[in-house]
Nanobody, 115 residues
Framework: QVQLVESGGGFVQAGGSLRLSCVASRNITSTRNMYWYHQAPGSRRELVATVHATGRTSYPDSVKGRFTASRDSAKNTVYLQMDDLKTEDTGVYYC?????????WGQGTQVTVSS
């Protein structure tokens, strides 16, 4: 069993920044890929960042250059730095990991970007 807890969401104006955190209940950030997903209102969850077990990060074109994922394995934590936020970035952001063949999700953290 793994618990994931996200935090750091909030209200921000377009062009602003937020940093999200995801704390895992045990040390998986250096042995498993960790994922950040975005779910806009009325839409399905979409992958916005991957922190690979190797430490490499990858992003879809929609956020490349604006979002930066990182990890601090000593704190069992992954981060998502979001810059130059756009109104379409509004939604709930979830942390995800697959451990032992099971998918684990956090409760999500709400981000609202106003124009």
């Amino acid at each position: 069993q793994v618990q994931l807890v996200e935090s750091g969401g909030g209200f921000v104006q377009a062009g602003g920044s937020l940093r999200l955190s995801c704390v895992a209940s045990r040390n998986i950030t250096s042995t498993r890929n960790m994922y950040w997903y975005h779910q806009a209102p009325g839409s399905r969850r979409e992958l916005v960042a991957t922190v690979h077990a190797t430490g490499r990060t990858s992003y879809p074109d929609s956020v490349k250059g604006r979002f930066t994922a990182s990890r601090d394995s000593a704190k069992n934590t992954v981060y998502l730095q979001m810059d130059d936020l756009k109104t379409e970035d509004t939604g709930v952001y979830y942390c995800n990991a697959c451990v032992g063949g099971s998918q684990y999700w956090g409760q999500g953290t709400q981000v609202t970007v106003s124009s």
